[in-house]
């Protein structure tokens, strides 16, 4: 496996090359996505914006020709978002001078009137080309497309967003409408290059690589699609470069013509590099890892814009709700039996009857530490504002809703459930879907006749991650407070006070 471009290296290398003549027949392309407000680095010690500007700052430096650009999802995921509400991300990337940027659907968690106000400052041009946004907050804000021009070679850029169906909260993109993303697509990458005459054409997606059980993808796009050279992509936060061997970089499209793909992970942990030979018309993309390596590099004065705000921060960390006596991480079934279980016993007390509860892995966007569990720990393990609902609903629908949870997007249950499935496959070829074996509720399997009562979010409850059977049940009841706020008061006011967290590691929905 090809290793990633180390930032030591690659500081170096780019150092030693600004002290020569810049080599004018190439274009770097700089590229991020799901950054998820992460400006700190993260739990895992990687990542943060101070050291992401040093590695750009670098870069521009050793290449005459350089691009900066955003998939999308730059928002969401820590307490700056809670706190600021997106101002200090969008700041920041103008600070790192971001040439050009999409839309996530997570822009769209503040609704379109808001993530409108938070854009109306970008100083980089906005693309939505699968958007129709003239109905909504964001008319006039975004570009079908762009060309851009290096030593006498036109690039042309367009942008491929998902359906909001199922993944944006009903509401949230009022006025926008959706638009075939193939079809868009191929409309765009066939005026670009026939045309506009343009020598390569990139789309910028946020669709998801190869995720099971999704139709529009950066595969589907790329096998689907004429005229596209490359796919800088988001949204499923994977790692798609070179020498990752279960994702592969390249693929072909309907002319049998190679298409490069490429998206670096999550939470700004990688700086995407792609070097294109103008000449040639040539791809090579690597990735930077952004780690502490980059800490002596860091802009001063950025770091100390950044402090009165991080103060808040602390002061949310520091306001303990109780103690685990054991670590949760991201991902954990500890994680995902502590939240289930909790929705479940909360649900039980306020209406009794409760079968058991559901939970979405991808609200869970923090692990817990071992120790004292601080408020902003809570609030960003749970940043989306979900509140828990009661549902009644038929065992036919809760099978058809099981069938959605065997995709991988939703396998957090109480500990009620005991489900068995085989996950899905994802190949360059195509996409297995996943299958249950097996599901008791209290020890017995699911009646299609009965009525069953379940806990879950109200995201899953309106249809959220595709759980469109969810939406066939009858609501019986909601929690006032949304699920991070219920945790907190919980154990710091309510029957939890004092109580010590002691994680539960089974494996509830196992393989």
Partial sequence: MKKILSPAIALLLAASAALQPANAEHLVIMHTNDTHSHIDPEESGEGGILRRKAAIDSIRMAEKNSL????????????????????????LMNELGYDMRILG?????????????????????????????SHSALNGMFKPMTIKEFDGKRIGFFAINLDPEGMIAPGKAEGVKYLDGIQAANAAAWWLRNIEHCDMVVAITHIGYNTAGADLTDMALARNSRNIDLIIGGHSHDVVEPGV??????????????????????????????????????????????DNRLD????????????????????????????????????????KNFLSDFMYDRAQEAVGGVDFAIMNDGGIRRG??????????????????????????????????FDVMAQG??????????????????????NTPGRINSIK???KPIDPDKTYRIATIDYLADGGDYMKPLTRATRVAKVDTDLAEDIVSYYREGKGRGKKV????????RQ
Avoid at 110 to 130: P, Q
Avoid at 380 to 394: C, Q, W
Avoid at 409 to 430: C, F, I, L, M, N
Wanted: glycine share 8%; net charge negative; charged share 25%.
């Fill in 245 to 290: 061997d279960d994702k592969p970089y390249k693929t072909t499209d309907l002319n049998d013509n190679e298409v490069i793909i490429v998206q670096a992970g999550k939470y700004g942990r990688n700086l995407g590099k792609i070097d294109i030979d103008l000449d040639k018309l040539s791809i090579e993309p690597s990735l930077i890892a952004i």
């Fill in 68 to 91: 900066l650009i955003d998939a999308g999802d730059f928002v969401q995921g820590s307490l700056y978002f809670y706190l600021y509400g997106g101002k200090v991300e969008q700041q």
């Fill in 296 to 335: 002596s590099k860091a802009d001063p004065q950025l770091k100390e814009w950044l402090k009165p705000y991080q103060q808040g921060l602390d002061s949310l960390y520091n306001l303990k709700v109780f103690q685990a006596t054991a670590e949760m991480p991201q991902g954990s079934e500890e994680l």
């Fill in 105 to 133: 659907n997570h822009e769209f968690d503040i609704t379109a009137d808001s993530i409108a106000r938070v854009l109306s400052g970008s100083k980089a041009e906005l693309l939505a080309t699968n958007y129709d946004l």
């Fill in 502 to 509: 002691k994680p539960d590691s089974s494996n509830r929905f």
């Fill in 441 to 443: 509720i209290n020890g």
């Fill in 368 to 401: 817990l530490p071992k120790g004292n569990v601080g408020k902003g720990y809570i609030l960003e393990m749970l940043p989306f504002g979900n509140a828990s609902v009661v549902l009644d609903i038929k065992g036919r629908d809760l099978l058809d809703a």
């Fill in 409 to 430: 997007r939703v396998t957090a249950v109480s500990r009620q459930a005991d489900v068995v499935y085989t996950p899905a496959v994802k190949s360059e070829k195509g």
